[in-house]
């Protein structure tokens, strides 16, 4: 591994500590490990139909074949990219290293039924999305989830807290604090539970998706019962079918379109956190020895939610390139997609950066009370709404009228102001108990 200094991403450098986890499923290493598995499953299969020429192979060596993947080092993959440098191709050269451990396990006469009949993209379009749904499963989701964690819990613990609303930027109809922390929890829900749901496409039907060298050799099989069974019962992945020579992507855009809303929704949640701080409704804890400005002792600036922001942009750039590209191939295929998948990592390494960010500043919050009561007691205005509306139901003449010439003069309105007012209305006395009940504390709905 190169020293992290030198390293051009920050995926790889400053931040590598966040994201080397992510290397088992998007490195170079993993995607060759992965092939050389498709390719071992696949023979695997084509001896369990049997085909004629495979019906004598001995299945209790199916262990040792998988043992080539399931114990496969960076050793073997260094192997296959200098077997790369002569064929100039990945995937033969990872066909070509298979017949060689055959060899070594003194089955070298079944080796033409290594990738037979295949196209490089049936090990690809199978390989990359079996890595996809592996991260998603085992580090996007669980990593997610601790931060769906955290705020479910301050949801709770702040639920009956008064805050004052803006709406526009500007003081509105009080809310509570868990409240507004549970729409992101509902936002989220809904996401990571669409996500859940979503097929893993793998493309599997030989040079165009037509099998044609297989019908041609066999042409009494089933060849895209054998693929659906392949990729969905042995893979876990959906078959995409009719295909060309690629994965046509549509589902795989869904995915990261899923991630990207996801995203947008930590983004929000980071914009509104970083605001309640600079409003002082929140302070953060402070680490010894940690400095906020190289001039200006006092700062504890928001840093990780804006390490967070900046990365879900990233992350969203990527994710929104990635969705639209993927799809478009000319004809039955060109190589442009090669390239661009072997960047899925990326957008899913921003992303794990900015949920740890996130972890760690919801981790620092510490509420101050006093800030939001003082608010609140700052704009008594907001009990318009409600007072208005009681009156209304009283049939009082021009309720809104009354209030908004109470309230819009650009003069302080205070709880002694509304409390004149309310003595001045010609309704009952019930009534008027009624409104004096509403203030910006308790006025904050269900």
Known sequence: MIDNLMAISPIDGRYYSKTS????????????RCRVKVEIEYFISLCDLPLPQLSDFDRNLYAELRNIYGNFTIDDAQAIKDIEKTTNHDVKAVEYFVKG??????IGKYVDFIHFGLTSQDINNTATPLLLKEAVLKVYSPELEKVAVILKRDAEEWKDIPMLAHTHGQPASPTRLGKEISVFTARLDEQKSQLDGMKYPAKFGGATGNF??????YPEIDWNLFAREFVEGKLGLSRSYPTTQIEHYDNLAAIFDCMRRINTILIDLCRDMWTYISMEYFHQKIKAGEVGSSTMPHKVNPIDYENAEGNLEM??????FLSAKLPISRMQRD???STVLRNIGVPI???LIAFKSLEKGLGKLILNSEAIRNDLDNNWAVVAEGIQTILRREGYPNPYEALKALTRTNERI???SISAFIDSLDVTESVKKELRAITPETYVGI
């Open 414 to 416: 205070t709880g002694e």
């Open 212 to 217: 044609n060298a297989h019908a041609a050799a």
């Open 315 to 320: 992350a969203n750039a990527v994710f929104t």
């Open 335 to 337: 190589l442009t997609d």
């Open 21 to 32: 986890v992510l290397g088992d499923y998007f490195s170079e290493f993993a995607l060759i």
């Open 349 to 351: 390494a921003h992303s």
């Open 101 to 106: 451990k055959f060899d070594e396990l003194g």
